[in-house]
């Protein structure tokens, strides 16, 4: 087995394995890559454009247009569920961010 005293990451194709002592953790990087860069990433794309596909129409008022995926929540960030994301219109997501701020 590896040991470490420092923290070590072995980076793969979408896992980190971090190691540090005797212990080992997966970790998505996903996770670890900034926000922003996540949101331009093939997944994220895919993913977004599914649940836009799927869902159809803004979650709030109900338009057609310029449908943006919002998370509910970023605890599953890089393998989200469908019952995380949220279909908004362009004018509800920016309302709904504005909402948290």
Same mark, same amino acid.
């Given at each position: 087995?590896?040991?470490?005293?420092?923290? &070590?990451?072995?980076?793969?194709?979408?896992?980190?394995?971090?190691?540090?002592?005797?212990?080992?953790?997966?970790?998505?990087?996903?996770?670890?890559?900034?926000? $922003?860069?996540?949101?331009? &990433?093939? *997944?994220?794309?895919?993913?977004?454009?599914?649940? @836009?596909?799927?869902?159809? @129409?803004?979650?709030?008022?109900?338009?057609?247009?310029?449908?943006?995926?919002? #998370?509910? &929540?970023? *605890?599953?960030?890089?393998?989200? %569920?469908?019952? $995380?994301?949220?279909?908004?219109? #362009? %004018?509800? #997501?920016?309302? &709904?961010? %504005? %909402?948290?701020?």
């Amino acid at each position: 087995m590896i040991q470490t005293a420092q923290p &070590t990451y072995l980076i793969g194709l979408s896992v980190v394995l971090l190691i540090f002592g005797n212990a080992l953790s997966v970790v998505s990087c996903s996770k670890l890559m900034p926000y $922003d860069e996540y949101l331009q &990433t093939p *997944e994220w794309r895919e993913r977004a454009a599914q649940v @836009k596909m799927l869902r159809g @129409k803004c979650a709030k008022c109900g338009s057609r247009e310029r449908l943006e995926a919002h #998370h509910l &929540t970023y *605890e599953r960030r890089g393998h989200e %569920d469908m019952a $995380d994301l949220q279909v908004l219109c #362009h %004018d509800c #997501h920016m309302r &709904t961010h %504005d %909402d948290h701020r």
